[in-house]
């Protein structure tokens, strides 16, 4: 059980170019979570997928975000067109049916 | 609406100091999920309990425990003997419904920093 992994674990971008994420999820964890966290705060919950099906989105997730786990493995967390109040940091999470959800190192991605 | 507070944004002891992280919770369900995560200055976040809204027994797990109060929506987290390494951010989180681990996703509080000096 190596945990849940991401890349890159920092990202520098010029707003309004786009930026794309990856986690590598608990091997046999089926449901799979994007959380973003701004300093000061705790992580805010932004969509879920369980094996391939996005099941669920928050407000959070603008147009300008997209998430795929294409087979139910890996997942990405574009954003595009990215604007400076997308710097934060990108959590991972992963959790094998209701139990409790295992977190990445997260990806710190700071928009100039 | 779910939401999580933790009053305390930062607490700050003596190594050995007892200590305690408070956590008050609203929800309208009546079947839910307690949290605490730990994120040292690494950066990721460590799961440390999950409880359900059934369960109110308190939990010990080596120096640390837990008080789960339903009738004041409270889920407060003590450590004994607090040492160096306890140094953290410490989140407290909400999940309703059935799901248990958060088909809606987590709802965190804004978490409480815990400073242990030597």
């Known amino acids: 059980d190596t945990g849940v992994s991401q890349n890159p674990r920092h990202k520098i971008t010029k707003r309004g170019q786009n930026v794309t994420f990856r986690c590598d999820p608990i091997?046999?964890?089926?449901?799979l979570y994007w959380y973003r966290q701004t300093l000061g705060q705790g992580p805010e919950f932004l969509t879920y997928?369980?094996?391939?099906?996005?099941?669920?989105k928050s407000r959070l997730l603008s147009d300008r975000f997209s998430a795929e786990r294409p087979k139910g493995s890996f997942s990405t967390l574009e954003i595009q067109r990215t604007e400076q109040g997308d710097s934060a940091m990108y959590l991972c999470?992963?959790?094998?049916?209701?139990?409790?959800?295992?977190f990445g190192p997260g990806t710190r991605l700071t928009v100039t | 609406a779910q939401k999580v507070t933790q009053a305390q944004t930062e607490i700050s002891v003596v190594e050995k100091e007892d200590v305690t992280l408070d956590c008050v919770y609203e929800?309208?369900?009546?079947?839910?999920?307690l949290f605490w995560y730990k994120q040292p200055p690494s950066g990721e976040l460590v799961f440390l309990i999950r409880?359900?809204?059934?369960?109110?027994q308190n939990e010990i797990s080596g120096r640390y425990s837990w008080n789960f109060q339903k009738s004041t929506s409270s889920f407060n987290f003590t450590i004994t003997a607090s040492q160096v390494v306890d140094s953290a951010v410490y989140f407290c989180?909400?999940?309703?419904?059935?799901?248990?681990?958060?088909?809606?996703?987590?709802?965190f509080g804004k978490g409480t920093h815990l400073i242990i000096q030597p």
């Open positions: 091997s046999e964890h089926n449901r």
């Open positions: 999470a992963s959790s094998y049916g209701v139990d409790e959800q295992y």
């Open positions: 929800t309208r369900d009546t079947t839910y999920y």
């Open positions: 997928f369980q094996n391939e099906a996005q099941l669920e």
């Open positions: 989180a909400l999940s309703e419904g059935y799901s248990g681990g958060g088909a809606d996703g987590l709802t």
């Open positions: 409880r359900n809204s059934f369960d109110e």
